[in-house]
Structure formats: structure tokens, C-alpha cells
């Protein structure tokens, strides 16, 4: 059997993953943000921005981390639960309030056929299928933010032992 981990090395890989996690959530958001203002959809780039924050806020916290503040530790909590807030609002809303019309400009004729077809109207076909799709994003956000505020909340005591233990991060 190997050894248990030193409280260092687990603190040197959960600055990995904050900081991979950070990034990617800032990049893909942030990407997300600027082809929706592009496209002059302001309600995608606002919600682009809000969850790019979030990754902000992650790498906010794993720099206290780093500069060996505990505080760290609250920041990226904080930033996996405000994420889950913002995208279970942002499906909500999507349930609420499905944006049917804009998804009918875009489809092709045949796709109106084959709907028509199974016995279906084009607005209950994109109905079913906008639900599904927000419900999925929120079962996966649910699974994965939930996931890694776990992640986070586990480590506390490793994370304040090794800041304890070694300041040369």
C-alpha cells in the first residue's frame, strides 16, 4: 500500500483543479459572452458574464490559497455554489419561459415534415426538446458543482495543515 499523501501535495492539486476549473469555466463563458453580444443577444452575454465569474472567483480563491490565506477556501466554495445559483436560475427561466420562436427560424422544412409526421406540432416538438435540454444542463450542473463544492469542503483540514506545515508555495 502507498502512503497517504502529504497535506502539501493534496494542497498542490487542489490548486490544479481550482485553477483548471477556473479557467475553463472563464474561458468557455467568457467565449460564450462575446459570440452572444456579437449576435446582439444580450440576455446570453449577461449570463455568459455571470458564470464567468464564477471562474474569477475560483481562481480568486486558489491566489489567497496560494499567498497562503485560508479565506481561499470560502472562495472556492463560493464560486461552485453562486455557479449552480446562476445556471438553476438560468434554466428555470428557460422552463418558464422557452424561447420557441427564435429555435423556429432556424429550422429546416424537412424538420417540419418529419414532426408533422409523428403526429406532432413544430411548437410541442421544440417544446419537449427545449425541456429536455434545460432540465438535462441542470441535472449536470447539479452533479458537477455539487461534486466539486464537496471536493472543496473535504479538503479544508488538509488545505489549513499544509498552510500550516509550509509557506513556499
Known sequence: MKPPLLPSERLRRLLRVAKLDGMSILGVAGAFALISAAARDVTGAVIGLLVAAAGAIELHGATLLRAANMKGMRWLVSSQL???AVMMTYCAYGLVRPDIASWKQHLPEEFADQVQQAGMTVDEALLGFLRMVYIGVALVT???????????LRRRAVVAAALLEDDSL
Do not use: A
Request: aromatic share 28%; proline share 0%; charged share 0%.
Open 82 to 84: 453562486y455557479l449552480m
Open 142 to 152: 447539479l452533479l458537477y458543482q455539487g461534486g466539486m463544492t464537496i471536493y472543496y
